[in-house]
């Protein structure tokens, strides 16, 4: 068994499920906040599932996420009731949760600008990169891209 990102469902459908009425039309949409009790505070991303409270500051990267904190869900019985941990023929296995916290990707962010910071550094007083150097700076900004995804 394991988790299938594909079979989750459409996020606007999922969120209509849940009782959200979204108030606005776009790529972010406008609805209630049920953390918090919120009438419009909760922006919902309609591609990636994403929601974000402008109130209370709970959010995540998609409707997992959302299922898991609204629910009170461990991520496994999460996918289960959202319909996408299937079986693939293999034994189970832990999976980590795709949204990151917000301390995380801070720390994340932190150690990756400190990591490419040092690097300009070095370039500036005229140390050239080894290959595998310049290769960790590149995976640095691939890292720094995909968390600010992950809160858009
Ligand atoms: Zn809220």
């Known amino acids: 068994m394991s988790f299938d990102r594909n079979q989750l469902p459409d996020p606007v459908s999922y969120y209509e ?27 919902v991303n309609t591609e990636t599932g994403g929601f974000m409270c402008m109130a209370c500051d709970e959010k995540g990267g998609d409707v997992l996420a959302y299922h898991q904190a609204a629910h009170g869900l461990e991520f ?12 693939d023929g293999r034994p189970a296995v832990q ?38 150097e310049r290769k960790r700076v590149l995976q640095s900004a691939g890292r720094i891209t995909r968390v600010v995804e992950m809160f858009k």
């Open 76 to 87: 496994i019985d999460a996918a289960k009731a959202l319909g996408a941990w299937v079986d």
């Open 95 to 132: 999976h980590k949760p795709t949204a990151m916290s917000p301390r995380d990707a801070l720390q994340l962010l932190e150690r990756e600008a400190m990591l490419v910071a040092v690097a300009a550094g070095n370039v500036a007083f005229g140390v050239v990169l080894s290959d595998d």
């Open 17 to 43: 499920s849940e009782g959200l009425i979204f108030t606005s039309r776009g790529k972010w949409r406008t609805t209630k906040c049920v953390f918090h009790g919120g009438s419009d505070s909760m922006r």
